[in-house]
């Protein structure tokens, strides 16, 4: 593996939207053509350790169609979203809508780091008002409200974690 600092720089006119070092995005489409991607949807096996299924989408789609696209058309046509028991998701994916959609459609536990969209910043203020900060390693703190969802009727534990000398937050839920 090299470092990504070996490589050379590139003036902005070489930058077409891509990551600077382009072939570290590229992955098969479905057709087997190598395309600009996104990183990897993975589908793995906590139990036996071990990926089952696999899949890239193309650099043009946005995440949350990337999540709905590997559900959809990977994950659930292999294996029944009932037999699913747990789903981590990261924070590119997971907006409100995405957390409600993978909790209604697999019927599993989820936990996810939630981008901040508005209904998440509105849930970090409210959680941030009334914190009960507790040690979160050296360098962070953590608190948490539980919310009900009523698209599900599950309780969802919605953590914020905070760098103690910056201040800078990051939204978890479960």
């Not at 490589?7 to 190598?34: H, I, Q, V, W, Y």
Request: glycine share 6%; net charge positive.
């Amino acid at each position: 593996h090299r470092d990504l600092h070996s490589f050379p720089a590139r003036r902005s006119s070489d930058l077409s939207g891509f990551p600077t070092e382009k072939s570290f995005s590229k992955s098969p489409d479905k057709n087997g053509n190598m395309v600009y991607a996104h990183r990897p949807q993975i589908l793995w096996d906590g139990t036996t350790n071990s990926i089952i299924n696999i899949a890239y989408s193309e650099g043009r789609s946005r995440a949350p169609t990337a999540l709905y696209n590997f559900l959809e058309k990977n994950l659930f046509k292999i294996i029944d979203p009932g037999a699913v028991r747990e789903i981590y998701a990261d924070s590119e994916y997971t907006g409100h809508k995405q957390l409600i959609y993978l909790i209604v459609r697999s019927s599993s536990e989820v936990t996810m780091c939630l981008k901040q969209n508005p209904k998440i910043r509105r849930w970090k203020e409210e959680t941030i008002k009334k914190a009960n900060w507790k040690k979160y390693g050296r360098k962070y703190r953590i608190t948490s409200t539980d919310y009900l969802l009523p698209e599900s009727g599950k309780l969802f534990r919605f953590v914020v974690k905070q760098n103690i000398e910056t201040g800078e937050t990051r939204c978890f839920g479960s």
